[in-house]
């Protein structure tokens, strides 16, 4: 009996595992025919990297200082708070005094993270 | 409303069935199928965003998509003044599109150079790489580019499959030092 039931659902199944063969191996034949049919020219001029036609001149992956990516994240940060301000703003007669409170509980975490980045100088530029 | 598709190329027809030859099937699939690369400098490419747009709409040719890069491009546009500076620019951008690949000088300044026959202007694309079809005007007119393309089209739908590796093309690219 218990045999039956596996057998049945192995068929059952076997028509699901087609398709994704057929779509894999769509997809995998279609690229792989294509770049063996297409028509190629490779030269050192072509496979240069693009620059809009331009020489491309040093390295793109080059190292910049860590000042930038503390402020960009932190900005993204402050941003996204300041974007839960605006409902906030909108509705805020009609959310009253638990709305304000529920806005203090998400504010003073941040407020308490903002000191301190301010302490530690994260901030600071030079 | 009749919807007029792409007429059959030429071949044999029976009942139940249709043989042509295989560059006349993938000429027919390319030549409907092209993907501008724009490099518009001047006035003709203002004209060439009229094409574009809802009037004229070129997106009737197959060409809706816009390619700002040349990896994914088979036509460069070229609408506008070239000036002798841009002329590396250009080469560089044609030899990096993608195979096979075809130009059409838009304008009388991409064909000719134009009115400006001065020292810092090019004098007509085709110093610089192979041109296909040249569109005349200053500027040409949305038909005109139209026209320009309809013949692109012609050309593609008749290339023999082995053009690309006939003397006759090698030495054409050989003679603008592509390789």
């Known amino acids: ?126 | 409303m009749k919807v007029k598709l792409t007429d059959a190329p030429e071949g044999l027809q029976g009942q139940g069935f249709f043989a042509t030859s295989l560059s006349k099937a993938v000429g027919l699939a390319r030549s409907h199928s092209i993907w501008p690369l724009p490099f518009a400098t001047s006035c003709c490419g203002i004209e060439f965003m009229a094409t574009m747009a809802a009037t004229y709409d070129l997106a009737r040719f197959g060409s809706e998509r816009l390619s700002f890069s040349p990896r994914q491009a088979d036509l460069l546009m070229v609408m506008g003044t070239i000036a002798k500076k841009m002329g590396p620019v250009l080469k560089q951008v044609y030899i990096q599109m993608a195979e096979p690949k075809w130009v059409i000088a838009v304008g009388a300044c991409a064909s000719s150079g134009g009115i400006f026959d001065t020292y810092s202007v090019l004098q007509g694309i085709d110093k610089v790489i192979p041109v296909d079809v040249y569109v005349p005007g200053c500027p040409p007119p949305p038909e005109a580019i139209l026209d320009g393309i309809i013949k692109i089209q012609e050309l593609i739908k008749n290339e023999p499959l082995r053009r690309r590796e006939s003397e006759e093309y090698k030495s054409l690219l050989a003679s603008y030092g592509i390789e």
Request: aromatic letters at 18%; glycine letters at 6%; one cysteine or more.
């Open chain 1, 1 to 126: 009996m218990q045999q039956q039931v596996t057998d049945s659902l192995t068929i059952d199944y076997i028509a699901i595992f087609i398709q994704f063969i057929v779509a894999a191996g769509f997809v995998i034949t279609t690229i792989a025919v294509t770049h063996w049919l297409g028509p190629k020219r490779k030269s050192a001029k072509k496979l240069q990297s693009f620059e809009c036609g331009l020489d491309s001149i040093g390295n793109a992956r080059l190292p910049f200082s860590v000042k930038y990516f503390l402020v960009a994240i932190l900005f993204v940060l402050f941003d996204v708070e300041v974007i839960f301000f605006y409902p906030w703003a909108v509705n805020f007669h009609e959310l009253g005094e638990s709305g304000f409170v529920k806005m203090l509980v998400f504010v003073v975490p941040l407020l308490l993270g903002y000191f301190y980045i301010i302490k530690k100088g994260a901030l600071k530029w030079e």
